[in-house]
């Protein structure tokens, strides 16, 4: 079978052996040829990978979320490398990013994540062997294939590529229209164990994409789970269905994933209109393209009186201000992922028969709107989650075009893990935070130059370069 190799474990073998030969593509006459040879690597006992324990799921018990700190329950811990099984890759992770599942995930809620583990172990003897008393995190990766298990033909060893984060097990009739109504479809790294925060990490095969090769590895590791999510969202028929000519408001659209809902809706001929909180955040938004920006923190709006009482009159003055800016029109299209704070005014604001399109609500999960602005002028609220292969792959593939491109502001080393995810919980970061895995700096995995300088000042813009 093509590519597929049992997994031969060597009990003094390292990572480093794995390094030497990725470092030595970097500078390869034929970076593909060079990267085959990981074949015949053996693959070492254990790995680094950031983990929670079970042991300190009750340590934030009777704190408030802002109080709670992901830097003291996130660890790198040395973990053994975990069987390979049918349909599945192990891949060498050159670099990562913090989504906010691994807050979550860090801050044990809305519920421990050992819950998940649990639940999947359950289901078959393969994934028996999520359940364990540490939790190996993280949604996102690019790396290199080391090896593939049995029934795995489309990808091999040394092959560069990014991961996404569905994982489903496909033997339901619901998945097959669209996997991610699969009873069995999970967030890897979030419901399952092994994920990409770590130097090597288990996937299904059906995650694997191929790696924009214009991109170094902490750049192609970036846009993963926000932008596939931001697609299917916006762009797929299961979202919103974005077209040409649409108002698209957009919360925190200079955030990890705002901002690729920014992208997406420039790419696609909507307008977006979009909010954030300070001057630099606004500028980020001009440099993308985007005329049309309310500094929600400068224009002091605050949509709740108190925990309990939500101001319509700011509602009100959130719609006339979105009206000043499009000349008088509603949104068509509300982009909502804050959720508890801010999902009343965005059904009040959208425009009569229009979509408020929701997901993650980082702000709190229990919404409260007023009915009548929602059935009387028939809007509709739709509920969006990840994405499926196709649309993962589609939206891979514009970042692979050049026409959407990666919001990396910043890159921590594996050991900083946890301060990255401190700095997207304190939501003190802009666009993505990347991790470098086994990448010893930044700056590797550029394969296409020329397609790189072209597209160079918008890779940098989250940078300030």
């Not at 699969?182 to 299904?204: H, P, S, Y």
């Not at 750049?219 to 698209?248: C, F, W």
């Not at 909180?277 to 005329?291: N, Q, T, V, Y």
């Not at 890159?411 to 993505?432: F, W």
């Amino acid at each position: 079978m093509r590519g597929a190799r049992a997994v031969r474990v060597g009990k003094v073998a390292s990572v480093q052996k794995i390094l030497e030969i990725i470092m030595t593509a970097e500078t390869a006459a034929d970076p593909a040829a060079e990267l085959r040879r990981l074949a015949d690597v053996e693959i070492p006992a254990k790995y680094r990978g950031v983990a929670v324990r079970r042991e300190d799921e009750a340590m934030f018990d009777g704190l408030a979320s802002r109080d709670k700190d992901p830097r003291k329950s996130l660890k790198v811990l040395d973990v053994p490398t975990p069987e390979l099984g049918p349909g599945e890759a192990l891949i060498a992770v050159m670099a990562s990013a913090v989504n906010y599942n691994t807050v979550w995930t860090a801050m044990f809620e809305p519920v421990s994540t050992f819950r998940f583990l649990k639940k999947y172990a359950k289901l078959s003897q393969l994934t028996a062997k999520h359940d364990l008393p540490y939790h190996v995190v993280g949604s996102d990766a690019a790396g290199v294939v080391l090896r593939v298990g049995p029934g795995v033909t489309k990808w091999q060893p040394g092959d560069q590529v990014v991961a996404h984060c569905l994982s489903v097990e496909l033997e339901d009739a619901a998945g097959h229209d669209d996997t991610m109504l699969d009873t069995e479809q999970r967030i890897w790294g979030f419901e399952t164990n092994f994920g990409g925060l770590a130097e090597m990490a288990i996937v299904k095969a059906n995650q694997l994409m191929p790696k924009p090769d214009h991109l170094t590895w902490e750049e192609a590791a970036s846009p993963g789970l926000v932008n596939s999510t931001a697609y299917r969202q916006l762009v797929s028929h299961h979202g919103a269905q974005m077209k040409q000519g649409d108002i698209v408001l957009i919360w925190g659209a200079s955030g990890g994933l705002g901002s690729y809902a920014t992208q997406l809706a420039l790419n696609g001929g909507a307008t977006p209109v979009c909010v954030v909180s300070s001057p630099e955040k606004a500028e980020i938004c001009h440099r993308m393209g985007a005329d049309l920006v309310i500094d929600r923190a400068a224009e002091g709006f605050k949509f709740w009186k108190d925990e309990d009482t939500q101001d319509t009159d700011e509602w009100r003055r959130f719609g006339e201000r979105i009206r000043e800016l499009t000349g008088g029109e509603d949104p068509d299209i509300v982009f909502e992922h804050p959720g508890r704070e801010t999902f009343g005014v965005s059904v009040y604001v959208a425009k009569r028969g229009g979509t408020i399109v929701t997901c993650a609500s980082t702000t709190g999960f229990m919404h409260q709107y007023d009915n009548r602005y929602l059935w009387m002028n028939l809007k509709r609220i739709v509920g969006s989650h990840f994405a499926n292969y196709r649309e993962a792959w589609e939206a891979n593939r514009l970042i692979a075009r050049g026409a959407i491109h990666p919001t990396l502001s910043k890159t921590y080393a594996l050991e900083d893990t946890g301060q990255a995810a401190y700095e997207v919980h304190c939501n003190t970061h802009q666009g993505k935070v990347g991790v470098l895995c086994l990448a010893p700096r930044e700056g590797l995995g550029v394969r296409d130059s020329a397609k790189r300088a072209k597209h160079i000042e918008a890779i940098n813009m989250f940078r300030g370069k």
